[in-house]
């Protein structure tokens, strides 16, 4: 692999998400009832920042649900374990999916499925850190952070302190 190059640092992810909050305030006259689901991991403390921003914005942050989408992948082996059950804050309300990378669309398309298991939103809409393309089925972001076209055989690592110890964006390159 080649060396990584950093596309977002801490100051720039800060302000992708301030801007992705602005323009969820501004395409929904307001923060009432939003729901954010951060899909797992990373997403999850995406939607948390993005929530905190919105109570700072609008007086209330919105609820965030964090969202394992495992159980349904089409990548993976399906499993036997207990699906989430119904919850009631997703009924009515307007759902933003918040996930790190949009890549092939595949983990966008298992999220509104489990977010579907669980009840039926008014809307759903994508918030996205970082799209970088080659889409698998016909997604497209509501919310995106960076635009990144990139390369199949370029990586994308996001990396929040949460997780990771430092906020980070970068792309590498694998080597022939």
């Not at 100051?11 to 602005?22: E, K, P, Q």
């Not at 109570?55 to 993976?76: H, N, Q, S």
């Not at 997604?139 to 949460?162: H, Q, S």
Request: hydrophobic share 40%; net charge neutral; glycine share 6%.
């Amino acid at each position: 692999m080649t060396e990584p190059k950093i596309i977002l640092d801490q100051d720039g992810i800060r302000r992708a998400l301030t801007r992705i909050a602005f323009e969820i305030v501004e395409k929904n006259k307001g923060a009432e009832h939003l729901l954010l689901a951060g899909v797992k991991t990373r997403g999850i403390y995406l939607a948390q920042r993005i929530a905190a921003k919105l109570g700072e914005v609008e007086g209330k942050a919105p609820p965030v649900l964090e969202l394992d989408v495992t159980p349904w992948r089409d990548d993976m082996p399906r499993t036997d374990a207990p699906l989430p059950d119904l919850d009631p804050r997703i009924a009515g309300a307007t759902v933003i999916i918040v996930d790190d990378v949009l890549y092939t669309g595949r983990t966008v398309r298992a999220a509104i499925e489990a977010i579907s298991h669980r009840g039926r939103a008014e809307r759903i809409q994508l918030a996205v850190l970082v799209d970088r393309g080659h889409r698998e089925l016909p997604l497209r972001p509501d919310y995106i952070g960076k635009n990144l076209p990139t390369a199949r055989d370029e990586r994308v690592f996001v990396r929040l302190t949460e997780v990771d110890g430092e906020d980070s964006v970068n792309i590498q390159a694998r080597n022939p």
